[in-house]
């Protein structure tokens, strides 16, 4: 997964860097957002396609539940909930 993650981010930055420099230079924000939210995007389906088959070096025996019982945790009130 973490492979697949890499090699989807460095396809990313070969696209972007391999634009002309005028064109990049050129485009607002928003161009850059949709980018990064496409590759976002991406990369969380791959991550979840490479999820169904875990592997025994993937799986990590220390993650947290995120429940009120969780007893670990400290819950921060906001706007009285």
């Known amino acids: 997964m973490k492979r ?5 981010l460095g396809i990313g930055i070969a696209l ?3 634009s002309p420099t005028k064109q990049l230079l050129a485009s607002d924000e928003s161009d850059w957002r949709k980018l ?4 976002l995007s991406r990369s969380y ?5 490479d999820s169904y088959d875990a ?8 993650l ?3 429940t009120l019982d969780n007893r ?3 819950w921060r009130r906001v706007k009285g909930k």
Request: aromatic share 4%.
């Open 36 to 39: 990064f939210e496409v590759q």
């Open 55 to 62: 592997q025994v070096d993937e799986i990590h025996h220390k």
């Open 16 to 18: 972007v860097l391999n």
């Open 4 to 8: 697949d993650l890499m090699n989807l």
């Open 45 to 49: 389906q791959l991550a979840v396609k």
């Open 64 to 66: 947290l539940s995120i």
């Open 72 to 74: 670990n945790l400290i």
